[in-house]
Nanobody
């Protein structure tokens, strides 16, 4: 079974940047896509970005032009570069690896944007 380990979260000032990483280990066969969700207090979980195998990345409207998702298939790692951060980006960010029958999830990493 695949395990996903996230890193890179933390506290950053508005306008700053962070880069999240998510490394898959174990039986990382059959991955169809990888991506990131986030959940802020009092809000529903939302899809931030995803990148399918052989496809083009897509993003939530709220992060277009500011966030960039990338994937290193050789390292089984997906990244989320976050720029021009605002307090509204504060959330727990969860990476996932998609399979035909479901998803594996990372443990979550806290991103706090505050002055």
């Amino acid at each position: 079974q695949v395990q996903l380990v996230e890193s890179g979260g933390g506290l950053v000032q508005p306008g700053g940047s962070l880069r999240l990483s998510c490394a898959a280990s174990g039986s990382a066969f059959g991955i169809t896509d990888m991506g990131w969700y986030r959940q802020a207090p009092g809000k529903e979980r939302e899809l931030v970005a995803r990148i399918p195998n052989g496809g083009t990345a897509n993003y939530a409207d709220s992060v277009k032009g500011r966030f960039a998702i990338s994937r290193d298939k050789a390292k089984n790692t997906v990244y989320l570069q976050m720029n021009s951060l605002t307090p509204e980006d504060t959330a727990v960010y969860y990476c996932y690896a998609g399979f035909v029958i479901g998803r594996a999830w990372g443990q979550g990493t806290q991103v706090t944007v505050s002055s």
